[in-house]
Nanobody
């Protein structure tokens, strides 16, 4: 799986950004895709995920402000970020796990660990000023 993020920028508090991630994974029938972020000096942490049945999961700090979506026709994963706060400043990474058959689901702790995902993009920087 090859992933490439874009869309990071510098915005003021309360602003919006949409991050994009092109996903090159060949043919797959089920998936778990996610966005993580990393603060300087900290471990990468999960933000949101989406899986084959359309179910999305968000960490509490972004619920109601961020929306994850996947456009299968464009093989692109998005993260719409609204009402951004200075504490959202971080480098954002997309990640994905795909499976050629049906049945792959995001495990319960998939946003709490990084080791379940094996493919990562290079990241895109988001800076939010107050």
């Amino acid at each position: 799986v090859h992933l490439a993020e874009s869309g990071g920028d510098s915005v003021q508090s309360g602003g919006s950004l949409r991050l994009s991630c092109t996903v090159s994974a060949g043919t797959y029938s089920s998936y778990c895709m996610a966005w993580f972020r990393q603060f300087p000096g900290k471990e990468r942490e999960g933000v949101a995920s989406i899986e084959t049945d359309g179910r999305s999961t968000y960490v509490d700090s972004v619920k109601g402000r961020f929306t994850i979506s996947l456009d299968n026709t464009k093989n692109t994963l998005y993260l719409q970020m609204d009402n951004l706060k200075p504490e959202d400043t971080a480098k954002y990474y997309c990640t994905a796990r795909t499976f050629p058959n049906t049945g792959l689901v995001c495990p319960p702790i998939h946003l709490q660990i990084t080791t379940w995902f094996s493919s990562w993009g290079q990241g895109t920087q988001v800076n939010v000023s107050s």
